[in-house]
């Protein structure tokens, strides 16, 4: 995570994703050998930063109680972490960088895969998702694409609340479209 964040913290000061590898190494005090080890590609520096990411929105949505409003437990994981850490400008610009790198962008595309099975046993804790696996794991994808789409959104307008409005617009899509759990023991 060291390495990530002070490769990140390049990024930003550079404006751009220039910075190399005997650049990052050097900032953290390391030999590239080290990096390599960690990191077999530079692009791959990013993930870290994804994955604890990822991370949070997976705890939101785990201690979410059962009760709680899907939608807006989905826009608390994927859109308020930056703004808790006080970090919405720097995360903003952070993204712009990542969006604007076709390869760095593919990380950031390939992070969200590892969200499809949490995202999927939240709504199937409070919606009928069936049994049918194509159909259980659907509302999970679509709200990775939201999620993307939002920041994508986000990035272009500067403005914090865009990312909750595109959120929310597109997460009660989704759940507006699921079926209710039925309650067989009120029966």
Same mark, same amino acid.
């Given at each position: 995570m060291t390495i990530a964040v002070a490769a990140r913290d390049l990024f930003l000061a550079d404006g751009s994703t220039a910075a190399t590898v005997e @650049?990052?190494?050097?900032?953290?005090?390391?030999?590239?050998?080290? !990096? =390599? @080890? =960690? !990191?077999?590609?530079?692009?791959?520096? #990013?993930? +870290?930063?994804?994955? %604890?990411?990822?991370?949070?929105?997976? %705890?939101?949505?785990? %201690?979410?109680?059962?009760?709680?409003?899907?939608?807006?437990?989905?826009?608390?994981?994927?859109?308020?972490?930056?703004?808790?850490?006080?970090? #919405?400008?720097?995360?903003?610009? !952070?993204?712009?960088?990542?969006?604007?790198? +076709?390869?760095?962008?593919? @990380?950031?595309?390939?992070?969200?895969?590892?969200?499809?099975? +949490?995202?999927?046993?939240?709504?199937?804790a409070r919606f009928d998702l069936g049994a049918d696996p194509f159909a259980r794991t659907l509302p999970a994808q679509l709200a990775i694409q939201v999620s993307r789409h939002a920041y994508v959104y986000w990035v272009r307008s500067g403005d914090f609340d865009q990312l909750e409005s595109a959120l929310r617009v597109g997460f009660e899509m989704i759940v507006g479209a699921l079926p209710a759990r039925v309650d067989l023991s009120a029966t």
């Open positions: @650049r990052i190494c050097e900032t953290v005090g390391i030999a590239p050998r080290t !990096f =390599h @080890r =960690h !990191f077999p590609a530079k692009e791959d520096v #990013v993930m +870290p930063l994804f994955r %604890q990411f990822g991370v949070l929105s997976v %705890q939101v949505l785990q %201690q979410s109680p059962a009760t709680s409003n899907a939608v807006d437990t989905l826009i608390e994981a994927f859109g308020s972490e930056l703004a808790k850490r006080g970090e #919405v400008e720097m995360g903003r610009r !952070f993204m712009a960088l990542m969006l604007a790198d +076709p390869q760095y962008r593919l @990380r950031w595309l390939d992070w969200g895969e590892d969200l499809a099975d +949490p995202i999927s046993e939240f709504l199937g």
